[in-house]
């Protein structure tokens, strides 16, 4: 069985630019969520995609978004790039399933790392 | 709202010793699930245990185990007979009950073993 893929694994851009990173999740995974993880602020989540519907979204500023398709891959856009949005942007998918006691593993991809100059 | 709190940026151990590594968290619900993850130098995060809250009984993996207090908040991570292998990051993150994802976690504790 597949994991989790995240392209592109390394690019580098300048300020102001903006940046588009794609995530396929493990197949039959409905749920997609996205964080950032740098030296200082560690990890930190930014949102999360279900049947492509953002479920919960964390504290970023508008210029992070994303979206799911119906098959369940997802990308996350950040535009008018800062140098600190330099980070490893990880994406992990999981089994969503109905209320209860699921204990939502999640499976993360090697990241996408983003270099801002 | 919700913190963890991993206290020890950075552990050694010697090859085939035991060490443990220690969280804690703050959360005012009942309902969560409390995990460890690793991630080696290769930076895919893998999930090394979990535990419900509810459950008294603490959670083992092999070679991994934990010691869950929920009243003093307190979830460390206990690695056995450690291996070259178990060299990584090692996080502690949290999760609130029902359908949401979103994981709220530690800065990481670096572990390293010695041959």
């Known amino acids: 069985k597949a994991g989790v893929t995240q392209t592109p694994r390394y690019l580098i851009k300048t300020r102001g630019q903006q940046v588009t990173l794609s995530c396929s999740p493990i197949?039959?995974?409905?749920?997609v969520s996205w964080y950032q993880q740098t030296p200082g602020q560690g990890l930190q989540f930014l949102f999360e995609?279900?049947?492509?519907?953002?479920?919960n979204k964390g504290n970023f500023p508008g210029r992070f978004s994303g979206r799911q398709f119906s098959n369940s891959r997802s990308e996350m856009n950040v535009s008018t790039l800062e140098l600190g949005d330099s980070a490893l942007y990880l994406c992990?998918?999981?089994?969503?399933?109905?209320?209860?006691?699921?204990?939502?593993?999640?499976?993360f991809g090697e990241g996408s790392r983003l270099t801002v100059l | 709202a919700q913190t963890v709190t991993q206290s020890q940026p950075e552990m050694s151990v010697q090859e085939a010793e035991t060490v443990t590594l220690s969280c804690t968290y703050d959360?005012?619900?009942?309902?969560?699930?409390l995990f460890w993850y690793k991630q080696p130098p290769s930076r895919q995060m893998i999930l090394v245990i979990r535990?419900?809250?509810?459950k008294q009984q603490n959670a083992t993996e092999n070679r991994f185990s934990v010691n869950f207090q929920k009243a003093a908040k307190s979830f460390s991570l206990k690695i056995s007979d450690s291996q070259l292998g178990d060299a990584a990051m090692y996080f502690c993150?949290?999760?609130?009950?029902?359908?949401?994802?979103?994981?709220?976690w530690g800065l990481g504790t670096s572990l390293a073993v010695n041959p």
């Open positions: 992990a998918s999981s089994l969503a399933g109905l209320a209860g006691k699921n204990t939502g593993e999640l499976f």
């Open positions: 197949s039959g995974h409905r749920s």
């Open positions: 995609y279900f049947s492509e519907t953002q479920r």
């Open positions: 959360t005012s619900e009942s309902d969560y699930y």
């Open positions: 535990q419900e809250a509810y």
């Open positions: 993150a949290y999760r609130r009950g029902g359908n949401n994802r979103k994981l709220i």
